[in-house]
């Protein structure tokens, strides 16, 4: 079990812009009272050293929870986490994309200006990757490279995927990950069926609310019996107690739909030897687990089921001192492309871009409440949300904002960190 003891720190950069260790809030107000440093960034709190001071660091291990549509991060030493954050990775792209296949084709289906397709001159290179496969990649590289430029980070332990595909279809695969006896191997393929089903019941969809769920888990039934339909995933379902033996008593028929494929799980097998090779580039020590083996890890430290968690438990992380806070991070649209460019640039055709001095994504206070700007009216009121999505006002005025930080395509929100106690969350689909 973790220690429930939190720290909170403050992130460092040498004279030179070096990442040094952190230090305490304690000893960053001292440094700033003397004119030894100063605030370099606002979130996280940065400090850079106007003073020559010895570079030296600790070991510090990264963990990275790779997903689809989420990214848990989470950096740790022998005795205490350092920095923790939940990354939410947008999944617009293929939707914008083609919308902008849309406007190009009227363009040229109109007497507008013209330009040719120039998609047929083109030749696809070898590893090559769709615009919004290849985004994922390029923002789990950038946020790891954030957490560089903080923090001399010197081992990077990264989750590939939820459970070894692979090792789903050839359970007879061999290597160090599959060392570790019969019980990791059932663990790969059940947690992959739970997984894809959501945790829930598909038969009553959680209507039994069965009462011994909370001690007995829920159920793998095979559709087909062993012997005719084996122990693939496409043969295996998940099932309540209950409604489990009334389907091996006969008592009731499924109603089986067409099971779902491994949309993100090919995702991460598509990029993830990619990801890999290139965080190899940056570092000597890189090592990949998935993510049957990262839950093992932390139902045994008795840790609540979040990306924050997940990240840590990848790092290493045992006994080691957890933040108080984590950092919420979303992505969003830089909003600044014009449809048109060059001797059409003149033509405005959409909003402008600050109204009242502020923009869309800017961080301000309102009543000293930290939020962003999601919406805007030309009149000067503006729609205020957290990054969680609560609403802090939907009409708020110009004149009772103060702004705190300017847009940027990562919207970092600092949050209090979720103390073990508290009720399980839901993984990402």
Request: hydrophobic content about 30%; aromatic content about 8%; some cysteine.
């Amino acid at each position: 079990m973790c220690k429930d003891k939190k720290v909170a720190v403050v992130y460092v950069l040498s004279k030179r812009g070096n990442p040094l260790m952190p230090c305490s809030p304690r000893k960053a107000r001292v440094l700033l009272k003397q004119s030894k440093a100063n605030v370099l960034k606002r979130t996280p709190f940065t400090i850079q050293l106007k003073i020559d001071t010895p570079e030296t660091t600790q070991p510090i291990s990264l963990g990275i929870d790779s997903g689809y549509s989420h990214i848990g991060l989470s950096a740790i030493t022998s005795n205490k986490e350092l920095y923790s954050a939940d990354v939410k990775l947008r999944t617009d792209i293929v939707k914008l994309l083609s919308k902008r296949r849309a406007y190009r084709r009227a363009r040229r289906s109109r007497n507008l200006w013209y330009r040719k397709p120039r998609f047929k001159n083109r030749d696809i290179p070898e590893g090559w990757f769709a615009p919004s496969i290849r985004h994922k990649l390029n923002t789990h590289i950038k946020m790891i490279n954030k957490v560089k430029e903080i923090l001399p980070i010197t081992q990077i332990n990264i989750e590939v995927a939820s459970f070894d595909i692979q090792k789903i279809k050839n359970p007879d695969i061999s290597g160090v990950e599959y060392q570790n006896g019969p019980q990791k191997n059932y663990s790969n393929t059940r947690e992959y069926i739970l997984h894809r089903d959501n945790h829930t019941c598909q038969n009553c969809m959680g209507k039994s609310k069965d009462p011994i769920l909370t001690v007995v888990k829920l159920q793998t039934h095979h559709i087909e019996s062993r012997q005719t339909g084996g122990k693939r995933p496409d043969n295996l379902i998940t099932l309540c107690l209950t409604c489990h033996d009334k389907v091996t008593k006969g008592e009731i028929e499924l109603n089986v739909k067409p099971l779902k494929g491994f949309k993100a799980e090919t995702f991460m097998t598509k990029i993830r030897w990619e990801l890999v090779d290139q965080l190899k580039e940056q570092f000597n020590k890189v090592f990949h687990t998935y993510g049957y083996i990262t839950k093992q890890n932390r139902k045994a430290l008795e840790l609540p089921k979040s990306h924050t968690n997940d990240a840590f438990v990848i790092a290493g992380g045992t006994v080691q001192k957890r933040l108080s806070n984590y950092y919420l991070i979303e992505q969003v649209r830089n909003c600044n492309r014009k449809l048109f460019k060059g001797i059409r640039s003149h033509i405005r055709n959409t909003a402008e871009r600050f109204i009242q001095g502020f923009q869309r994504f800017d961080k301000v206070s309102y009543k000293d409440i930290e939020c962003f700007i999601f919406g805007r009216r030309a009149s000067g009121y503006f729609d205020l949300k957290k990054l969680d999505g609560s609403k802090i006002h939907a009409s708020a005025k110009y004149t009772d904002l103060t702004l705190l930080e300017r847009s940027k395509t990562l919207l970092i929100e600092r949050r209090m960190a979720l103390l073990p106690y508290l009720k399980e969350g839901v993984s990402e689909p």
